[in-house]
């Protein structure tokens, strides 16, 4: 008896000294095998570039991040003896600051949809005073089904339009006619056919706002909802859509609670196209205070309201922006290109108090009846560095006299002209996304 409690002590320690172990180790290497698979899922690409930029100006104009994003020339500065302008200035910098790093990620299926994200930052900080800080770019995870794109995070402005823009080499892709924003947003693109996608978004403005308090937007409580349809046919590309947005500029911070809301909207068309060895690329964006996407403009109190401190209504100043680009393959290495913009300032379509009169008055270069842009540029690209040069030759034309629906009238204009060459030499690494940016 003594004998068979001790076989059965035996064979209890033999499981639990060799067989339990051996199925536990068993267990481990079976769960770290699926681990691995689920793993190999995944799959990372980490891109980016540096860069080196020499710009030469003759006229001190409008630009941030030290001077590398530029907009357009400021007003001449006449001195009342001498009667030179004093914003004739010749300068010259060389920096390295626009140095940009990602990574893309795909994944597994999600409920039959294809997996992707994107986390991209640079060094240009979000403003003037945050150079060679690192900024948070493009930040989004998307799911693909059959015809549908679902895309949630910070991504492009739809009036920036990534599927459009031009190859300039400034930095922005000229942004005084080229809408720029980032925003974060939801954002749906339904597939029809083969030649119509449809895109419809609703975002919130990050650190790209309009002009005014910073919280206009969220007080309003409302997104800003675009909507666009594309139609390509071969290598042609149009597009058309339109937006609506809204902002509430006060609310109890003089005493009392100001309600009212600016009622914005927006439209543009697009589209592009390649020929053999030439491709064109052209935008034209027309609407109310499109500041949030860095073009001039802005809004104010409506006239009939100018006595009212308590519940006065606004109206936005409307701004048109046009561009146009086009490229020319030379060889295989060397590509030629130039790009020509228009920007106007179309005033507003209610009378809107004088600015001198109104503290409520919110303007981003309203004092512009137009600025213009002509650039041409030489690019050299082998394997992974890119050499370009670009001359751009810029003018603003700014006045001191509006109707009484602050349209700019065109007599007694006085035009500051820049003209700027700019050096670009960029080493890509790691296969950088083919955007524009």
Same mark, same amino acid.
């Given at each position: 008896?003594?004998?068979?409690?001790? !076989?059965?002590?035996?064979?209890?320690?033999?499981?639990?000294?060799?067989?339990?172990?051996?199925?536990?180790?068993?267990?481990?290497?079976?769960?770290?095998?699926?681990?691995?698979?689920?793993?190999?899922?995944?799959?990372?690409? #980490?891109?980016?570039?540096?860069?080196? /930029? @020499?710009?030469?100006?003759?006229?001190?104009?409008?630009?941030?991040?030290?001077?590398?994003?530029?907009?357009?020339?400021?007003?001449?500065?006449?001195?009342?003896?001498?009667?030179?302008?004093?914003?004739?200035?010749?300068?010259?910098?060389?920096?390295?600051?626009?140095?940009? @790093?990602?990574?893309?990620?795909?994944?597994? /299926?999600?409920?039959?949809?294809?997996?992707?994200?994107?986390?991209?930052?640079?060094?240009?900080?979000?403003?003037?005073?945050?150079?060679?800080?690192?900024?948070?770019?493009?930040?989004?995870?998307?799911?693909?089904?059959?015809?549908?794109?679902?895309?949630?995070?910070?991504?492009?402005?739809?009036?920036?339009?990534?599927?459009?823009?031009?190859?300039?080499?400034?930095?922005?892709?000229?942004?005084?006619?080229?809408?720029?924003?980032?925003?974060?947003?939801?954002?749906?693109?339904?597939?029809?056919?083969?030649?119509?996608? #449809?895109?419809?978004?609703?975002?919130?403005?990050?650190?790209?706002?309009?002009?005014?308090?910073?919280?206009?937007?969220?007080?309003?409580?409302?997104?800003?909802?675009?909507?666009?349809?594309?139609?390509?046919?071969?290598?042609?590309?149009?597009?058309?859509?339109?937006?609506?947005?809204?902002?509430?500029?006060?609310?109890? /911070?003089?005493?009392?609670?100001?309600?009212?809301?600016?009622?914005?909207? /927006?439209?543009?068309?697009?589209?592009?196209?390649?020929?053999?060895?030439?491709?064109?690329?052209?935008?034209?964006?027309?609407?109310?205070?499109?500041?949030?996407?860095? #073009? !001039?403009?802005?809004?104010?109190?409506?006239?009939?309201?100018?006595?009212?401190?308590?519940?006065?209504?606004?109206?936005?100043?409307?701004?048109?922006?046009?561009?146009?680009?086009?490229?020319?393959?030379?060889?295989?290495?060397?590509?030629?290109?130039?790009?020509?913009?228009?920007?106007?300032?179309?005033?507003?379509?209610?009378?809107?108090?004088?600015?001198?009169?109104?503290?409520?008055?919110?303007?981003?270069?309203?004092?512009?009846?137009?600025?213009?842009?002509?650039?041409?540029?030489?690019?050299?690209?082998?394997?992974?560095?890119?050499?370009?040069?670009?001359?751009?030759?810029?003018?603003?034309?700014?006045?001191?006299?509006?109707?009484?629906?602050?349209?700019?009238?065109?007599?007694?204009?006085?035009?500051?002209?820049?003209?700027?060459?700019?050096?670009?030499?960029?080493?890509?690494?790691?296969?950088?996304?083919?955007?524009?940016?």
């Amino acid at each position: 008896m003594k004998t068979h409690r001790n !076989t059965k002590l035996c064979i209890l320690l033999l499981n639990v000294g060799i067989i339990f172990p051996f199925y536990f180790t068993c267990a481990l290497q079976l769960k770290a095998q699926e681990n691995e698979k689920q793993e190999k899922k995944f799959k990372y690409n #980490l891109y980016g570039y540096i860069a080196y /930029d @020499i710009t030469a100006d003759t006229y001190e104009s409008k630009t941030t991040r030290n001077e590398l994003f530029y907009f357009y020339p400021l007003k001449p500065d006449i001195h009342p003896v001498s009667g030179d302008d004093l914003n004739e200035n010749f300068q010259l910098n060389m920096l390295s600051i626009q140095n940009r @790093i990602g990574v893309k990620v795909s994944g597994p /299926d999600f409920f039959n949809a294809k997996t992707s994200a994107l986390v991209e930052t640079d060094f240009m900080g979000t403003a003037e005073a945050y150079n060679y800080m690192l900024r948070l770019r493009l930040a989004y995870f998307s799911m693909k089904w059959e015809k549908a794109t679902l895309l949630l995070g910070q991504y492009w402005h739809p009036l920036f339009t990534p599927e459009c823009n031009p190859n300039t080499v400034c930095f922005g892709k000229s942004p005084a006619y080229n809408p720029l924003n980032r925003s974060g947003q939801a954002r749906v693109d339904y597939t029809v056919n083969n030649a119509i996608k #449809l895109i419809g978004t609703m975002s919130m403005n990050s650190y790209h706002k309009s002009v005014g308090p910073a919280k206009s937007q969220i007080n309003a409580g409302v997104p800003d909802f675009q909507l666009q349809s594309h139609f390509t046919l071969g290598k042609i590309l149009l597009g058309v859509g339109g937006g609506y947005f809204q902002l509430q500029p006060l609310l109890g /911070d003089r005493g009392y609670k100001n309600k009212e809301k600016i009622h914005a909207f /927006d439209a543009i068309v697009f589209g592009s196209a390649t020929f053999n060895k030439v491709s064109v690329r052209l935008k034209s964006v027309i609407g109310q205070n499109l500041t949030h996407t860095l #073009l !001039t403009g802005g809004f104010g109190r409506i006239f009939d309201d100018q006595n009212n401190d308590s519940t006065f209504r606004y109206t936005s100043l409307i701004t048109n922006a046009n561009w146009i680009d086009c490229d020319y393959r030379l060889t295989k290495n060397i590509s030629l290109g130039v790009f020509g913009g228009l920007t106007l300032n179309l005033g507003a379509n209610k009378k809107i108090t004088p600015i001198i009169d109104d503290p409520f008055f919110y303007a981003n270069g309203t004092d512009i009846a137009y600025i213009i842009k002509i650039a041409p540029r030489v690019v050299y690209t082998v394997n992974n560095l890119v050499f370009a040069l670009e001359y751009s030759n810029d003018r603003a034309a700014y006045t001191e006299e509006f109707d009484c629906y602050y349209r700019p009238k065109t007599i007694n204009l006085q035009t500051g002209i820049n003209n700027r060459v700019l050096f670009s030499a960029k080493y890509n690494f790691m296969g950088t996304p083919k955007r524009n940016s």
